[in-house]
């Protein structure tokens, strides 16, 4: 049977997509990024959507560890975060 996301998981997956939206546009640090997706990865540990929320922080980990300029470190969490940028979309509804 189809998952159907409460009212709470459209909020938090709506705000990880937003903070990728932010480090597309430069208002938000990697850091920043890999923590808010930590904090969404716990909190919907119990659903469909955990194992690419923590795909993501794996990979955005390895990207903060690196201790690479910012420009870099964009450059390359928005690289690792593509597949996740999709799903994301996939799931919330178009407004």
């Avoid at 997956?13 to 930590?38: G, K, P, Q, Y």
């Amino acid at each position: 049977m189809p998952h159907t996301p409460s009212a709470r998981e459209k909020k938090l997956l709506d705000n990880a997509l937003e903070s990728l939206n932010r480090l597309f546009d430069r208002n938000i640090s990697v850091i920043d990024v890999w923590a808010l997706m930590l904090a969404t990865a716990e909190a919907l540990r119990n659903t469909p959507h955990a194992p690419e929320l923590e795909r993501a922080v794996r990979e955005l980990l390895v990207v903060v560890s690196a201790n690479r300029p910012f420009r870099d470190q964009r450059d390359r969490a928005l690289e690792v975060t593509d597949d996740l940028r999709h799903y994301l979309a996939s799931k919330l509804p178009l407004e």
